[in-house]
């Protein structure tokens, strides 16, 4: 039997502020979209066309504070991860959500602030612990 591989890499920009819930355990979990473009000319018309693509970004724990904290719309951000898609029951109708669930993170945008942290690139190392900080800023 062959494996299988579920990993997603993006780089885009954020198309809204991080929005972090809370748990009373000490766990949290973030949502943010992320756009990414692609561009083509049209061979009729001779013109650029530019397409956007909306990306569900999920990230936990304290990879999620990290973002709330440092990341702000319009930010240009790398993200690792993988599809997960999610299914519920609205008012007698099912729903469907296809999300990014982000384990590697690397923000890419220069930071105007003097209270960014100390490395660019985090990593959720599983989905109870701590992001782990690594390398030095390349601003």
Not at 58 to 79: F, P, Q, S, T
Request: proline share 3%.
């Amino acid at each position: 039997m062959a494996g299988t591989l579920n990993k997603v890499m993006l780089i885009g920009h954020l198309g809204d502020e991080v929005k972090v819930h809370y748990f009373e355990g000490g766990g949290a979990i973030g949502r943010f979209p992320v756009a990414t473009n692609e561009s083509y000319t049209n061979k009729q018309t001779s013109e650029k066309v530019v397409t956007t693509e909306w990306h569900n970004i999920v990230v936990r724990n304290k990879l999620a504070e990290i973002c709330e904290k440092y990341l702000k719309k319009g930010d240009k951000v790398y993200c690792e991860g993988r599809i997960k898609t999610r299914q519920w029951e609205q008012e007698g109708v099912k729903r469907y959500t296809t999300e990014i669930h982000v384990g590697d993170m690397t923000f890419l945008s220069v930071p105007n602030a003097s209270n960014t942290p100390s490395s660019n690139s985090l990593k959720e190392e599983s989905e109870s612990s701590s992001a782990d900080i690594e390398g030095d800023l390349p601003f």
